[in-house]
């Protein structure tokens, strides 16, 4: 079984509409991530979680929220869909890494998102 | 501004074939340098990480390159395969008090291996 699971693994939605991205993990890790990939674009940072009762922003925020329900489990929300959040939504845990190394990132399958 | 640059965007090469990608950065103060491969439709998987002090690291027939002093890293693809195609990503991340802060994502070099 993965370590990472993200459902839906693809969505269709309209513009206005209030959609969720689920994201579960089984690695025991404490922080998750939530990232979009564009074509032609790095992978940019949404939102991160370095706990259950943390929550911090990342680079491009706007228009998003997110719910860490426990451990395993962060959810990303759009409240209006958009069509320039048309793109392709990776979750990601680490822990806090080996001193010296850093963490490694491991991350899901992704959620291609289309706003029409 | 902390940016970090790879090249080329795409790449064709035989199978069999070795070929190189380059990144270049500009993030200071360095913690880690970090080459993801990213398949078609797959989450990034972490090939190698490298630290200040190390400027070689093998994984299989990957081997990472780093220069700390011109801030340029290479990721070496020996007798290429068919699975090697899929794109890499370089990601190099900030050292913040001693430990490991933000990640600059580069946009990745996208390999396609023909037979």
């Known amino acids: 079984d993965a370590d990472v699971t993200q459902t839906p693994r693809n969505r269709i939605t309209k513009t206005g509409k209030r959609i969720m991205l689920e994201c579960s993990q089984t690695k025991g890790h404490d922080r998750m991530y939530w990232y979009r990939q564009d074509p032609g674009l790095g992978l940019r940072l949404i939102y991160y979680s370095f706990d259950v009762k943390d929550i911090n922003k990342g680079e491009i925020s706007d228009g998003y929220s997110v719910s860490r329900q426990a451990q395993a489990k962060f959810s990303l929300s759009l409240e209006s869909a958009i069509p320039n959040q048309t793109a392709l939504y990776f979750c990601?845990?680490?822990?806090?890494?080996?001193?010296?190394?850093?963490?490694?990132?491991?991350f899901g399958p992704g959620t291609r998102l289309l706003v029409l | 501004k902390n940016q970090v640059e790879q090249s080329p965007q795409s790449l064709i090469i035989l199978e069999g074939k070795n070929c190189t990608l380059q990144c270049n950065y500009t993030v200071s103060p360095f913690s880690n340098l970090r080459w993801y491969k990213q398949d078609t439709g797959r989450g990034p998987v972490s090939l190698t990480i490298?630290?200040?002090?190390?400027n070689t690291k093998s994984n299989g027939r990957y081997t990472a390159t780093l220069d700390a002093d011109t801030k340029q890293s290479s990721l070496h693809i020996t007798a290429s395969q068919l699975s090697d195609s899929a794109s890499y990503i370089c990601?190099?991340?900030?050292?913040?008090?001693?430990?490991?802060?933000?990640?600059?994502f580069g946009k990745g070099t996208k390999l396609s291996v023909k037979p």
């Open positions: 990601a845990t680490s822990d806090s890494g080996e001193p010296g190394l850093g963490e490694t990132q491991y």
């Open positions: 490298m630290t200040f002090s190390e």
């Open positions: 990601v190099v991340s900030e050292n913040y008090g001693g430990s490991q802060g933000n990640l600059i």
